[in-house]
């Protein structure tokens, strides 16, 4: 079983380019999130979503846009990226969202390493 | 909303010996707590959960504890070892949403 799977792992990106980071889970997952990690900040919530065809902003959402077609699915894309968007960024999902039922555990993938120059 | 937060962002032990990793929390509506351990170059993984009408619940060689009263949540793992060496979250949900507001993390170095 693959769980989460992320892509590219790595990628140097010129600024003012467009970038799209792709997730794919096959634990038929209702809600994925993405993450950004940076030192001293932890893990800060970009955007997610709660099912398939639905998606909400998270804390740090600017510059971000995401899109959820089908439930496996959930790219996450710099439109025009920027070096502020260096990062790590994560991919997660969880069988529960909006609802006290189910254990609500994060499932994360290994994460794409970003550096935009 | 949830802010979660660590009180030391390294905690250096000896192999061996107990870890003790705190995390505080202001939404008192917190009623359900994740922690997490990250390996270096490696996505978060779950250790182990706490809901808020419990006080303690353990696993293999850790333990959670919630203290509701100061909002306050530890996590202990006993006997500690070199493949503990990782850095720790917590993460608290409350409300209808459960989309967990993370804590900055505190790295767990363990000597051998």
């Known amino acids: 079983i693959a769980g989460i799977t992320q892509a590219p792992t790595s990628q140097i990106l010129a600024a003012g380019r467009r970038m799209t980071l792709r997730c794919t889970q096959d634990m038929r997952h209702n809600a994925m999130y993405w993450y950004r990690q940076d030192l001293g900040l932890g893990l800060r919530l970009i955007h997610y979503?709660?099912?398939?065809?639905?998606?909400g902003k998270g804390e740090v959402p600017d510059g971000y846009s995401v899109s959820r077609a089908n439930t496996d699915d959930f790219p996450l894309t710099l439109a025009s990226a920027v070096p502020s968007q260096t990062s790590v960024y994560f991919c997660?999902?969880?069988?529960?969202?909006?609802?006290?039922?189910?254990?609500?555990?994060?499932?994360f993938g290994e994460g794409s390493r970003l550096t935009v120059l | 909303g949830e802010s979660v937060g660590l009180h030391l962002p390294t905690l250096s032990v000896q192999e061996g010996d107990n870890s003790i990793i705190n995390c505080a929390y202001s939404?008192?509506?917190?009623?359900?707590f994740i922690w997490y351990k990250q390996e270096s170059g490696k996505g978060p993984q779950f250790i182990i959960d706490i809901r808020s009408n419990m006080d303690k619940r353990q696993g293999q060689r850790v333990t959670v504890l919630l203290n509701k009263t100061v909002k306050h949540l530890s996590l202990q793992i006993a006997a500690t070892q070199p493949g503990d060496s990782a850095v720790y979250f917590c993460a608290g949900l409350s409300g209808g949403s459960y989309i967990p507001t993370f804590g900055r993390g505190t790295s767990l170095i363990v000597h051998p």
């Open positions: 979503s709660n099912t398939a065809g639905t998606t």
């Open positions: 939404n008192s509506a917190s009623d359900y």
């Open positions: 997660a999902s969880s069988e529960t969202s909006g609802s006290r039922e189910g254990s609500g555990e994060l499932f």
